[in-house]
């Protein structure tokens, strides 16, 4: 007996059924209203009807449930329904095909609950929207149990999405290309067609350019809306900024902080070249470490270290030991000076002002470069402009520390100078005119 299922695919839907087949683990990049949501359920679809293997085991992953249940599960349910034997369950979202295979719908929202399933193939989508974790941590060792000797594409994993900004996504999106068994394709409305003219040109007028180049032209790159330094940093990188930036042994290397308890603490390390020029050469980020975990991950940079610097809030005293955070750092060997309170907004305008002194590492800093290039001020809906406010989020460490470089940073030779003693009597308020 033929079954029909109700799906012709597109052109881009049949590349994209091709790459699946081909690699065990895919990045499709795809702009909105394509049918990329339609073709991953038909390919999970008819892997789960042809799969030899005892109780086959195929998972659509949404970022939320109920993204998964009015999108997805519609979907399902138009294109297996046309299966004789096929039983749904509503209210676990699983279809249950009649050679013993199923097909689960599950949400990103509570990783956890994920642990212990073993998955022949997955697809997940929308993947800007989900957290890091799900992944590394649920669905890799899923796909582990099914992967088959001779068959390197058993227990596959498809990424499918439209950009958000340099997130997670775009890490799978830059990992597809330089990584055997994995690869990648970008459709763009420009070039699929499937969505008439009429139809971008109503988006167009409806969305700034950057939310159409972002959402119909696959950009990484359009800011993230309300980016407070994506300007500053566009303009470095154009300008050959963002570069190899090697240790330079023959320096002392500086280390600027966010401290946080419970929260990430973060630290870049700069090196100053000349009188007015940081070399940004590495960073680092960590949650849930006391003083003694950095103190040793300084020693393990082996760095030959010239200041440490963190904000004010190390004069804080800890609850239970009544000592600063400063004197247990400085009996642990890290002496940190304390850069001064600055108002938040002027912490800001001083760290903008700050990045075009700035050449940073493209390797050894990437993770410091795309959270300053996501940090935003919250949008509102309701007035459309962007309130004043910062949102407060994974790459506000980030930036934290970035804006203790800026404020607190000064030439070598200040840093190095001893400390005045006495009011200078000689100094001459116009000499600097005579220049
Ligand atoms: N092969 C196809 N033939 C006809 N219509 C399709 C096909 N694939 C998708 N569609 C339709 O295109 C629209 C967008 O599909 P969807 O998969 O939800 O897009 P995306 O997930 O890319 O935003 C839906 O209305 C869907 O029914
Ligand atoms: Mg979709």
Not at 211 to 225: D, G, I, K, L, R
Not at 242 to 260: A, L, M, Q, S, Y
Not at 373 to 399: C, G, I, M, P, W
Not at 408 to 434: E, H, I, V
Request: proline letters at 5%; a negative charge.
């Amino acid at each position: 007996m033929d079954i029909v299922i109700p799906y012709t695919p597109r052109e881009m839907q049949q590349e994209l059924h091709q790459l699946i087949d081909n690699n065990r683990f895919t990045v499709i990049v795809c702009h909105r209203r394509a049918g990329k949501t339609v073709a991953a359920i038909n390919h999970l679809l008819r892997d789960a009807i042809l799969c030899p293997k005892p109780s086959p085991r195929y998972a659509y992953l949404a970022a939320t449930f109920t993204q998964a249940k009015r999108i997805a599960w519609d979907y399902l349910k138009q294109f297996a329904g046309e299966i004789p034997g096929v039983r749904f369950n509503e209210t676990e979202l699983r279809c249950d095909l009649p050679n013993g295979a199923r097909i689960m719908l599950l949400s990103a929202e509570n990783p956890d609950a994920l642990r212990g399933i073993y998955l022949d193939g997955c697809v997940m989508d929308e993947v800007a929207m989900m957290p890091e974790s799900v992944f590394p941590m649920v669905l890799r060792p899923a796909l582990a149990d099914r992967s088959e000797e001779g068959n390197p594409k058993a227990g596959y994993c498809c990424f499918l999405g439209t950009p958000a900004g340099h997130n997670l996504f775009f890490d799978y999106w830059k990992q597809a290309a330089e990584t055997d068994g994995w690869d990648r394709v970008m459709f763009k409305a420009s070039q699929t067609h499937i969505l008439p003219e009429s139809e971008l040109d109503a988006a167009r007028v409806a969305m700034s350019e950057d939310q159409y180049e972002q959402e119909f032209e696959c950009s990484f790159v359009a800011n993230t809306p309300g980016a407070i330094f994506g300007k500053e940093l566009q303009a470095i990188e154009e300008a050959g900024q963002v570069c190899r930036v090697p240790h330079d042994e023959t320096k002392k290397v500086d280390t600027w902080w966010d401290i946080g308890m419970a929260d990430a603490t973060s630290v870049i390390f700069t090196q100053t070249v000349g009188n007015s020029s940081v070399n940004v050469i590495d960073y680092f980020e960590m949650r849930g470490e006391g003083l003694p975990f950095y103190a040793r991950m300084l020693d393990q940079k082996g760095y030959l270290y010239g200041t440490h610097n963190g904000p004010h809030d190390l004069e804080v005293r800890e609850m239970g030991t009544g000592r600063s955070r400063r004197e247990i750092a400085y009996d642990l060997g890290i002496n940190f000076r304390v850069i001064p309170k600055l108002p938040l907004e002027d912490g800001i305008h001083a760290a903008k002002t700050f990045i075009k002194r700035c050449y940073f590492d493209s390797e050894a800093t990437s993770d410091l470069l795309e959270k300053l290039r996501l940090y935003h001020r919250k949008y509102d809906e309701k007035n459309r402009q962007f309130r004043t406010s910062v949102v407060h989020d994974f790459t506000s460490h980030a930036a934290d520390a970035y804006r203790s470089l800026a404020v607190g940073w000064k030439p070598r030779s200040d840093l190095n100078a001893p400390q005045q003693r006495s009011a200078d009597m000689s100094y001459n308020p116009l000499a600097s005119t005579s220049l």
